[in-house]
């Protein structure tokens, strides 16, 4: 069977860039194709598919890729100019790039939704283009004919499942997305600091951590990376002397970094799902977050964490004050996160792609 994978971009590191790392572990001869790469960045992560597995489109070779966020308006044409009637089945993991708007019609196309372009539809503050040039009538409506004209849309999470379905009328499908968990519950001593993994934008929501964090002068270690340095020098300004950042970490100096943390702080407004809480909790780490989104399906109030109710850092303080790290069980968070293994969502994902043959 051959399977092509049509994934964004590749210049930064997510949930989706994990979903995809496991989707290649699970088909290791499928061949990627992506609108744009960050070639440093692709030989550190992937070094599994680059560059004979790897397809890049006009972009890259035009040298365009510096341009990123501005290219937003050419995803549908940028997908168009490839060819997938070589292939029996193309997995698209769209979010921001909308690959799910590529044209197939031998091979099924399965989409995986990870988020819907939000700043398309008035979800998020318009993009710099956005502002001068209207362009997001023409990509709302490649999106909602990609969306409607295919029958094999997966999400990931419940609260994404009822986004499509009151937005665009479209029924989906979840399958939640590969969460790494340790092959055994992890001994963990519940020390010294706060913990967040995330990238560094601004729908991640870190500057309200920041806040609280300097209000209570407790310690908050700050795991990732961001593309926006504008965004990310203001994160350091704002911060006080108990905040560390420490940038990109391997998953094995992460799973160090788990052990000492009193807890893991999770705030997006409405994150589409969130796998890094799940990594924490899989660790015997609590999460506190808030009340929306994805968490509210992996976060059980006083089993694997608590909640602060409303979006703001005075809020998150008093829930930090109450909280007691004492009362989580480490083999009850690991238990709880192994809904949410490699293991199942391979196993979802290859009998979804075989009911089809």
């Excluded at 290649?24 to 680059?50: G, K, Q, S």
């Excluded at 372009?117 to 008035?122: A, L, R, S, V, Y």
């Excluded at 001068?132 to 409506?141: K, R, S, T, V």
């Excluded at 998953?251 to 799940?278: C, K, M, R, W």
């Amino acid at each position: 069977m051959k399977i092509a994978i049509a994934h964004d971009t590749l210049t930064e590191f997510g949930g989706a860039e994990r979903l995809l790392q496991s989707l290649l572990r699970l088909y290791p001869d499928a061949h990627i194709y992506i609108a744009y790469m960050d070639r440093t960045f692709v030989r550190i992560l992937f070094p599994m598919i680059f560059p004979t597995l790897l397809h890049t489109s006009y972009i890259q070779k035009m040298k365009l890729s510096r341009w990123g966020y501005l290219l937003q308006p050419f995803a549908p044409l940028t997908w168009r100019s490839f060819n997938f009637e070589n292939y029996d089945v193309v997995i698209s993991s769209s979010s921001f790039y909308l690959s799910n708007t590529i044209r197939v019609v031998r091979p099924v196309h399965i989409q995986y939704i990870h988020s819907i372009p939000k700043n398309i539809f008035g979800l998020v503050p318009k993009g710099p283009i956005q502002r001068y040039i209207p362009y997001e009538g023409f990509l709302a409506h490649e999106y909602k004919m990609a969306l409607k004209t295919e029958a094999n849309v997966i999400t990931n999470s419940k609260h994404m499942q009822q986004v499509l379905k009151q937005m665009f009328g479209v029924a989906s499908r979840v399958i939640y997305p590969p969460v790494k968990v340790p092959s055994k519950s992890v001994q963990h001593r519940r020390g010294s600091y706060y913990i967040t993994v995330s990238r560094l934008d601004n729908t991640k929501e870190i500057a309200l951590l920041i806040h609280a964090c300097n209000t209570l002068r407790v310690p908050l270690k700050i795991v990732g990376i961001g593309n926006d340095e504008q965004y990310v020098q203001y994160l350091h300004t704002i911060a006080g002397n108990t905040v560390e950042f420490l940038g990109f970490r391997s998953d094995t100096e992460i799973q160090q970094l788990y052990i000492d943390a009193i807890a893991f702080l999770f705030s997006p407004h409405n994150e589409d799902f969130g796998i890094a809480p799940v990594e924490a909790m899989a660790h015997g780490v609590p999460v506190i977050a808030y009340y929306g989104g994805g968490a509210k399906e992996t976060v059980i109030e006083g089993k694997t964490g608590t909640f602060f109710y409303n979006h703001t850092p005075e809020s998150l303080v008093d829930t930090i004050r109450k909280f007691s790290p004492g009362k989580y069980n480490s083999k009850v968070l690991y238990s709880e996160s192994r809904k949410f293994s490699e293991e199942r969502f391979h196993r979802e994902i290859k009998h979804l792609v075989k009911s089809f043959f």
